[in-house]
């Protein structure tokens, strides 16, 4: 199965900053998608990171507030831009192995907006 | 109505019974579904996917689906202390996007 590394691992941010997070799959991989689980909360799916093109939002999420990219294949970043305490969660990269087209996920990050 | 849907317990079985978690999902067009097992702190692990309708066996693990009824569920034989998390179901489209719809999850707790 494909081997994802995600990275900060976990930060404390201030409020009205931005933090970037980076996903790197050490596999070939055809899907990535990034998700958001608040605490105590099953996973709520962000956005589809479609290769150099732009991001496919699910209802909730918009491109200004989380500007994803995926320069190639195997690497995408999530960007939480102007953030509030409310964004404290943790973030989830995920991607779908090419040989058996299963989901992974990385190990998250866990972000905390004082 | 949420997509995927399933009691959030916790579910609290001993030592060596079977622990049934269940899930239904509201999407006819979903295909695929999948069940993860998450600890507390970790992020979810694949334990089983399941395509068509009947049993799938791995291990201590049967998935079942019921396309008709809209039902999937897991079974965990023998279930260990080591086999307490939270259980989530996930349903798949085959549809372009291909994204991965979970449900709130069920925690199993199994009692030594």
């Known amino acids: 199965s494909a081997v994802i590394s995600q990275k900060p691992s976990r930060d404390i941010c201030q409020r009205g900053t931005s933090l970037t997070i980076q996903c790197q799959v050490d596999s070939q991989v055809t899907m990535m998608f990034w998700y958001r689980q608040q605490p105590g909360q099953s996973l709520t799916l962000i956005a589809t990171?479609?290769?150099?093109?732009?991001?496919?939002?699910e209802s909730g999420f918009v491109i200004d507030k989380f500007p994803i990219s995926r320069p190639n294949l195997t690497f995408s970043t999530l960007t939480v831009s102007n953030m509030s305490p409310e964004d404290s969660s943790i973030y989830l990269c995920?991607?779908?192995?090419?040989?058996?087209?299963?989901?992974?996920f990385g190990s998250g990050t866990q972000l905390s907006v004082l | 109505q949420k997509e995927v849907e399933q009691n959030s317990g916790p579910l609290s079985v001993p030592e060596g019974a079977i622990a049934s978690l269940n899930c239904t999902y509201s999407?006819?067009?979903?295909?695929?579904f999948f069940w993860y097992r998450q600890y507390s702190g970790k992020s979810p692990e694949l334990i089983m996917s399941?395509?068509?309708?009947g049993d799938k066996e791995d291990g201590r693990f049967t998935a079942q689906l019921n396309k008709a009824s809209q039902y999937v569920s897991l079974l965990i034989r023998d279930s260990q202390p080591s086999d307490s998390a939270t259980y989530l179901c996930?349903?798949?489209?085959?549809?372009?996007?291909?994204?991965?719809?979970f449900g709130s999850g069920t925690r199993l707790l199994v009692r030594p």
């Open positions: 995920s991607a779908k192995d090419a040989t058996n087209e299963k989901l992974f």
């Open positions: 399941i395509y068509s309708n």
């Open positions: 990171a479609n290769q150099g093109s732009e991001a496919t939002y």
């Open positions: 996930a349903a798949e489209r085959k549809d372009s996007s291909y994204k991965l719809i």
């Open positions: 999407d006819r067009g979903s295909q695929s």
